[in-house]
């Protein structure tokens, strides 16, 4: 199966959202979530974002598609009205074999899975995910939603320098699933 990695803000509680919205404005984080996500080394390429129907229901309506990337939404509805080219799929899975195929492998380059809660769930227990791009936000919020956890699975890589931002300091770190071979 095609690898791909998720990338996800959380506060000291694991939470990631609020009323389907994010509870703070840090940005220098959507900066971040934007370059990750858009750029590529080849510029005939694009990323994915793949992300559950409540996330995508989040993003503001102006922002939606999100720019200079494929969208896939995971939706259970049938006939879903997304505007074109907005793909979608009932799973995960089935959303990244569409990738599989032959005419997308010379279009993408990076997979993205950008949330919300349900959909983390399933991507970290499937092996092709491999890496976790997550701001970690030095604060708490009353969340409603979490990310789950990880921590077994995956093994920390890089950290940046912390950040602050309407008083909130916050900082990106990358992990890398681990493998037999890695200690604890």
Not at 41 to 67: A, C, H, Y
Not at 104 to 114: E, L, S, T
Not at 124 to 143: G, N, R, V
């Amino acid at each position: 199966m095609i690898s791909f990695s998720l990338i996800v803000a959380m506060d000291l509680q694991r939470g990631i959202g609020k009323s389907e919205t994010l509870p703070w404005h840090l940005p220098g984080d959507m900066k971040y979530f934007k370059t990750l996500t858009t750029e590529t080394e080849i510029p005939q390429k694009q990323n994915i974002v793949m992300m559950g129907r409540k996330t995508w229901d989040s993003i503001p309506q102006k922002f939606r598609p999100l720019p200079d990337r494929i969208n896939l939404v995971l939706t259970r509805r049938q006939n879903p009205d997304f505007p074109p080219p907005v793909l979608f799929a009932d799973s995960l899975e089935k959303g990244l074999k569409l990738f599989q195929a032959s005419s997308y492998q010379k279009k993408i380059a990076d997979i993205f899975v950008i949330g919300g809660e349900e959909i983390f769930e399933v991507a970290l227990k499937m092996p092709a995910c491999k890496k976790l791009y997550i701001t970690h936000i030095q604060h708490s919020f009353d969340c409603d939603t979490f990310f789950p956890a990880f921590e077994q699975q995956f093994k920390q890589n890089t950290t940046s320098k912390t950040l602050q931002e309407n008083g909130i300091p916050y900082y990106f770190t990358e992990y890398q699933r681990r493998t037999d071979a890695d200690p604890f």
